[in-house]
């Protein structure tokens, strides 16, 4: 692979995890960040980090000097509810600044884009598991504006000589293993996240937001995923694009089954034997009642297999992370 992979959001969750599963393959790294949400302690000093907005037109001048071959764009907002309040948010900072970063992209000669997408581009599925082709009808401005990027890279990539993958995350959760990155968030909103907190008395008790969902136990069921067989998915994505430059993807990422809220919150209680308060409470904005992936065709395209699938192990990540955290002071 000759040139670098430019992340953006390398300083967040995710993308963070995504530099590690990279400069562990042997890739060189420019992160592109503009740390209004992430820490630049987060990122792997084994990397560049270029405190800068994706949309800035100055990214095309990181492209030339880092001779960026490939781009893995995290960065945006990701907060299903906030998205609800501030929609016009939801589409600056991941519709509008994507489209930029495209541009720069295309204009540099980028071969090979790898875009951060989401299962809420589906909406409230029809069937679950929801594949690929299923309909993507969001229910909220996240889902919106990151289907609309979708649409953008799609367009893109028909017209100039440039490929992409669309990752459509599920629930993502849990930490580096080897406790070199995790969820850092400031005022998270994520369950798993919500819940270690509690457990280390960050917070007094979790929220059950909704008990009333046609589901088995009334609660959200969500398909979590650990960010490191994530992160390992995007490294084997890279592959895929480099190895048919002709051929784009759209590839649903999770692992094909479900846990309730209060399933995920029994599970908290075990890793960490504390029972976390539990307060129910009505729905939150925005909310479908069940997401799980059909992974079929990750399953077929790339060799990428889970390694981390057990929702305890995930927690005992998330929760290890959790108390490194505390440990920092932060
Ligand atoms: N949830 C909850 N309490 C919380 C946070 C989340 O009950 O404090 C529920 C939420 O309603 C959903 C599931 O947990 O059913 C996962 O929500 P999260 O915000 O983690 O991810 P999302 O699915 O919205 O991307």
């Given at each position: 692979f000759d040139g670098k992979v430019m992340v953006t959001g390398g300083a967040g969750y995710i993308g963070s995890h995504a530099v590690l599963a990279l400069l562990d393959a042997g890739y060189e790294v420019v992160v592109v960040d503009n740390l209004v949400t992430g820490f630049a302690w987060a990122v792997d000093p084994r990397a560049t980090l270029v405190e800068m907005a994706?949309?800035?037109?100055?990214v095309r001048q990181v492209i030339r000097d880092h001779r960026v071959r490939a781009i893995m764009h995290f960065a945006g907002s990701v907060v299903v509810p906030e998205s609800v309040s501030d929609p016009l948010k939801y589409y600056r900072n991941n519709t509008v600044a994507s489209r930029a970063l495209i541009e720069s992209a295309v204009e540099e000669g980028v071969a090979h884009f790898i875009f951060s997408s989401t299962a809420a581009t589906y909406g409230t599925p029809q069937r679950v598991p929801v594949a690929e082709g299923d309909p993507t009808v969001p229910i909220n401005p996240y889902g919106m504006s990151k289907l609309m990027t979708e649409a953008m890279l799609r367009d893109v990539a028909a017209a100039h000589p440039i490929n992409y993958c669309a990752l459509r995350y599920f629930n993502v959760a849990g930490a580096d293993p080897q406790g070199r990155s995790g969820q850092s968030t400031v005022g998270a909103t994520h369950l798993i996240k919500i819940a270690v907190e509690a457990a280390t008395g960050k917070r007094g008790h979790v929220g059950v937001f909704g008990t009333d969902f046609a589901t088995r136990d009334g609660t959200g069921v969500r398909d979590y995923i650990h960010v490191s067989d994530l992160a390992d998915a995007h490294v084997a994505a890279l592959g895929l694009l480099v190895s048919q430059p002709a051929e784009s993807h759209i590839l649903n990422c999770g692992y094909g089954r479900g846990f309730s809220v209060l399933e995920v919150l029994d599970a908290v209680d075990r890793v960490t034997n504390v029972a976390i308060e539990r307060r129910f409470e009505g729905r939150r904005a925005g909310d479908p009642a069940e997401l799980v992936a059909d992974n079929r065709a990750i399953l077929a395209a790339l060799p990428w297999r889970p390694k981390r699938d057990d929702l305890d192990g995930i927690v005992h990540d998330a929760l290890a992370w959790e108390r490194k955290l505390a440990e920092m002071g932060k």
């Open positions: 994706v949309e800035d037109p100055a």
